[in-house]
């Protein structure tokens, strides 16, 4: 069986799950992985080369897909079209307000570059945007709703760790129970924002560091906390890793609507994940295997979920999958 050659670009927990994931696909490689740490000091939780970010141009034609697991906040806007002047690429971009430009700039580079690029793959955006798109196809009257948790926000606590004086953080989204309660029972209530989630951020910062300036910038932070309820939780190191070492998360999608005579339908999609970016993980590896297909095929450019049939997901062929799953 010829192997898809994966490249991975970052190496934290995500990363590290896309390796994970990859062991689990028989028609996938990891060729190597690429960081901005010094190459010695990364340890791999499978055997695999490592290179700095600076060698991955030498790979140019040795891998078929290059992951990019790096954050959404200040990697991902910058190294997307970058890294798909060279590959295709497939990354986890989830700043939703941001999507359209994210996805202008990695169309720009990739039709320039003869690559593909899919961009905000995961459950959310990812695998949500498809049941939210789904059931408003199927339930043109009604409304969507979407919760998210309770769980760690990877993006949301990269971002928490990027302000100047934090060692480290976790970020929890939480549902507003009321709501979900309310939406459960098929009252389509109007919720803005702030009624559906609350945030809860464990911060460690450094010694010595402005604990509110830090508390300030972390509540205004735009397109992540400034229009929720946001609280910060200053602790140790130790608390840290012994109270929030795990990631979990999960959500749900529901649609509220009814048909034309009147009869009321509630469509749910849900998920509960022991690891976030486990599972994150999974679904940019099913993806990047959509992302050698088309590109095969001649598609170059940018694509989201929405425009990569479901049939390039899977490893078993066309009529494997009519027979056994249709």
């Known amino acids: 069986m010829e192997k898809i050659r994966i490249g991975i670009a970052g190496y934290g927990n995500l990363g590290r799950g896309v390796q994970y994931a990859a ?9 190597a992985v690429f960081t901005r740490r010094e190459p010695s000091s990364v340890q791999t939780v499978l055997p695999v080369r490592v290179e700095r970010m600076e ?12 992951i990019l697991c790096g954050g959404s906040a200040t990697d991902l806007p910058k190294q997307s079209a970058q890294i798909a002047s060279l590959f295709n690429i497939v990354d986890s971009f989830d700043t939703h307000a941001k999507v359209p430009e994210h996805f202008a700039a990695l169309d720009a580079a990739a ?10 793959v995961g459950w959310d955006p990812g695998l ?9 196809a199927a339930l043109p009257e009604g409304k969507t709703y979407t919760f998210w948790g309770k769980g760690v926000s990877q993006g949301h606590s990269d971002a928490i760790r990027r302000i100047a ?44 560091a402005d ?3 830090i508390e300030h910038e972390i509540k ?25 070492a795990g990631i979990p998360h999960g959500g749900f999608v529901f649609r509220s609507g009814r048909s034309a005579s009147g009869n009321r339908f509630l469509m749910e999609f849900s998920l509960k994940l022991d690891s976030n970016p486990e599972f994150t993980s999974s679904v940019l590896v099913a993806y990047a295997r959509a992302v050698h ?11 989201t979920v929405f425009d990569i049939a479901p049939k390039y997901l899977l490893p078993e062929d066309a009529a494997a999958q009519r027979k056994e799953l249709l």
């Open 23 to 31: 062991s689990q696909n028989k028609d996938m490689e990891v060729v």
């Open 55 to 66: 060698e991955m141009e030498k790979y140019a034609g040795r891998i078929d897909v290059m």
């Open 111 to 120: 039709k320039k570059a003869g690559t593909l690029g899919a961009m905000s």
């Open 128 to 136: 949500f945007s498809l049941a939210r798109a789904y059931f408003g």
């Open 165 to 208: 004086g934090v060692k480290d953080a976790r970020q929890y989204t939480v549902p507003v129970e009321d709501a979900l309660r309310r939406v459960r029972s098929g009252e389509e209530p109007e919720l803005s924002v702030r009624e559906k989630h609350t945030r809860e951020c464990f911060v460690v910062a450094e010694e010595g």
């Open 211 to 213: 604990k509110a300036r």
């Open 220 to 244: 205004t932070m735009p397109d992540y906390f400034a229009d929720y309820d946001t609280t910060v939780h200053f602790i140790s190191e130790e608390e840290l890793l012994g109270e929030h």
């Open 293 to 303: 297909r088309l590109s095969k095929e001649g598609k170059t450019g940018a694509v």
